[in-house]
């Protein structure tokens, strides 16, 4: 089974100041990773995953996270945050190994929520 | 293209009563996963489907069953509803399973009364 701790319940930050968001995550196996965004009264949107190769990953909108195997960490990181980025962020995990019954299943974090202020 | 559909987007019940959600995925997906979003417990998997076929399931009662029909629509219905099924019901779909391109419908929210 995995689980998914995500460190900060809510993040304030000042428009264009730089912002990181941390997960850690716990798993026997091998995982995927993955960042989500929700905004209100919406659903979740895609914005960077982990599946292998390079522990560096670009997301959309600006968005990097880092995957660290030893640390078994996944934070997600922006150099200039703006107002447009207040929302809900998600991290989630998933088992990369075949069959079982974690075969395709997400498990989130409980969320951030960052507040980008003027 | 169109994203994921889910209809309704929302609905009011009563304890007791039974209600059916239904989500159509993006056309040419063929995996269909349902999420239940509540402000206590958070994101928590329900179950995917692929092909018809339950290839997955979380830790729900029984009351919560789904389905997925040959056009890859999905519905999942909640028997017997009480206080706490109130939450935001999620459906993603994706190509296949384990594809991991996951894209996440609005949602349903169930209110229960």
């Known amino acids: 089974a995995q689980s998914v701790t995500q460190l900060d319940s809510q993040v304030p930050v000042f428009e264009e100041a730089p912002v990181e968001l941390r997960c850690n995550y716990s798993?026997?196996?091998?995982?995927?990773l993955f960042w989500y965004v929700q905004y209100p009264n919406q659903g979740l949107q895609l914005l960077l995953k982990y599946l292998s190769g390079s522990t560096l990953v670009k997301g959309i909108n600006g968005f990097e996270a880092e995957f660290n195997k030893s640390q078994t960490s996944f934070h997600l990181r922006k150099p200039s945050v703006h107002i447009s980025d207040t929302a809900e962020y998600f991290c989630a995990v998933s088992a990369s190994n075949a069959g079982g019954t974690s075969y395709g299943k997400l498990t989130f974090g409980q969320g951030t929520i960052l507040t980008v202020h003027p | 293209k169109a994203g994921v559909t889910q209809t309704p987007r929302y609905l009011i019940k009563t304890r007791g009563q039974q209600v059916t959600l239904s989500c159509s995925p993006i056309?040419?997906?063929?995996?269909v996963s349902w999420y239940q979003q509540t402000p206590g417990q958070g994101l928590q998997f329900l179950f995917e489907y692929f092909s018809e076929t339950q290839r997955n399931k979380g830790n729900f009662p029984g009351r919560f069953s789904g389905r997925q029909f040959s056009n890859s629509r999905s519905e999942m219905n909640v028997s017997t509803l009480e206080l706490g099924d109130s939450a935001l019901y999620l459906c993603a779909s994706s190509l296949a399973v384990r594809s991991y391109g996951y894209t996440f419908g609005s949602g349903t929210r169930l209110t229960v009364v």
């Open positions: 056309s040419g997906h063929r995996s």
């Open positions: 798993s026997s196996v091998s995982v995927y």
